[in-house]
């Protein structure tokens, strides 16, 4: 889960938590790779260190196990106690040739989130695109988290530090324009991780993941499977 290295990241989760957006009222999560339709990075049913991660039997379900479990993570992550579920969800598959291909590599979904505490009971639309064949994105990650008193946008690509913010006026719409907010530098992951090993925390707002994180991100990523398989 390094993509919680980006500064951009904790900034946001910081906002959220000091209620910047409000109740939040949606969210899309999104994560963009091309490598299966140009050759930027080799060619992906020649060389051994692509074709594992395109063959079912080798990989987690693919580009839900690959990319998909940075995106439910970071959901998880920005919003801590909010309930992920999964509603509707199309994907398409490797091509297979011999003992290469088979699993997902595009994968969209819908769901909801559902708050705990203040705003309990509160749910909001969720969304999720992932794909390994988005031409024109080599590695492209990227959230929107809209509540009833602001928005937040992360772009990696645009900025790994910076969080893109617009309020909410008096009309209720957005205001127009977002402002740029630059978020303090943070210890990364990695460091955050040996801290923890050595039962030293670095801080209450810890950056990396534990066993139950990953746990609860393989569930997610177990009924999304199951999802794909029963509407695709």
Not at 29 to 49: C, H, K, M, P
Not at 212 to 232: F, K, M, W, Y
């Amino acid at each position: 889960f390094s993509k919680r290295n980006a500064t951009a990241v904790s900034h946001a989760r910081r906002l959220v938590a000091d209620g910047f957006v409000g109740c939040v009222t949606g969210a899309r999560f999104a994560y963009l790779q091309s490598w299966l339709v140009d050759t930027t990075w080799g060619i992906w049913n020649e060389e051994e260190r692509w074709r594992w991660r395109t063959t079912e039997s080798a990989s987690c379900y693919g580009v839900l196990g690959d990319l998909g479990s940075h995106l439910l993570d970071l959901a998880r992550f920005i919003l801590p106690g909010v309930s992920l579920s999964f509603v509707t969800a199309q994907g398409c598959r490797t091509p297979c040739s011999s003992n290469t291909g088979g699993a997902w590599e595009a994968v969209s979904t819908s769901g909801t989130g559902m708050y705990a505490g203040e705003y309990a009971d509160v749910h909001f639309p969720v969304r999720f695109e992932m794909s390994r064949k988005a031409a024109g994105h080599l590695d492209h990650l990227f959230f929107t988290i809209t509540g009833d008193q602001g928005t937040l946008d992360v772009d990696l690509d645009r900025s790994k530090d910076s969080v893109f913010v617009s309020a909410v006026s008096e009309t209720g719409l957005p205001e127009v324009g977002a402002a740029e907010l630059k978020g303090e530098s943070v210890e990364g992951s990695y460091t955050d991780f040996i801290a923890l090993l050595q039962n030293n925390c670095l801080s209450g707002d810890r950056l990396s993941a534990d066993g139950e994180d990953g746990h609860s991100v393989q569930i997610l990523l177990d009924n999304l499977h199951r999802l794909l398989e029963a509407q695709t």
